[in-house]
């Protein structure tokens, strides 16, 4: 388990991720993007639903890191809820599995200790990755025996910073305390954020929709480009 923890050290994670509604929906398509990150050295994927993790692992060598969005009637945490949804996400072959780790109340008001000690007595071998969005809650993730936190959520919770930037903050106290391995994500955009997030002590570096959203790169392009314009 560790080996997998050290083989993502310093290392660039690639996200591949493409909801129903997006273009590039598809296993097929992830595992092609997975590939691709695999030959440009990435040092491992992070995937939504079974469905392309499994065929993330057919595709590519690189350790994964699995999760399942689901929304319940009842919560507004999506990212892997239940012990249901770990379940899938471990039969698909996932290495580490992300699970939303904040203080956002959980379906059936289930605590996260809960979730946590479920995992641990289920699938022993299966590391937890905790999605977080502020410092008190990576420390409660911690505290509740995550092997690594993930800045993720900042931004996505009502009471965290609404920023456009990376949470470099967050990335920083949270790897001064030394515990476990701390991994910068979320609106990561460019080589220099990314280099940000590694001094601010970041194990490793998560970047998703700046390399696997084309809908939304060129959305950029063409939003500065047209301001540009306007400016002349
Ligand atoms: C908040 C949330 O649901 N984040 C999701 C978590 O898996 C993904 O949609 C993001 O793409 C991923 O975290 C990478 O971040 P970015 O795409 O900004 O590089």
Redesign the pocket.
Known sequence: MDDVIARLKNGFIV?C?A?ENEPLHGASIMAAMARAAEEGGAAGI?A?SPADISAIKDKCSLPVIG?Y?KHYPDSDV??TPTIREVSDVVSAGADMV?IDSTFMSRPRNEKLEQLIAEIRKSFPQTLIMA?ISTFEEGVMAMELGADVV?T??S??TPHSPQIATPDYELVGKLAALARVPVFA?????SLEECLRCYQMGAHAV????????PQ?IVKRFVTNIQAKMLES
């Open positions: 996200s991720q909801l992070r939504n999760l969005k999506y990212i992300a999605d993930s993720t959520m931004g996505y994500e979320g609106r990561i955009w998560v970047v998703g929709t700046a390399i696997t959203r939304e």
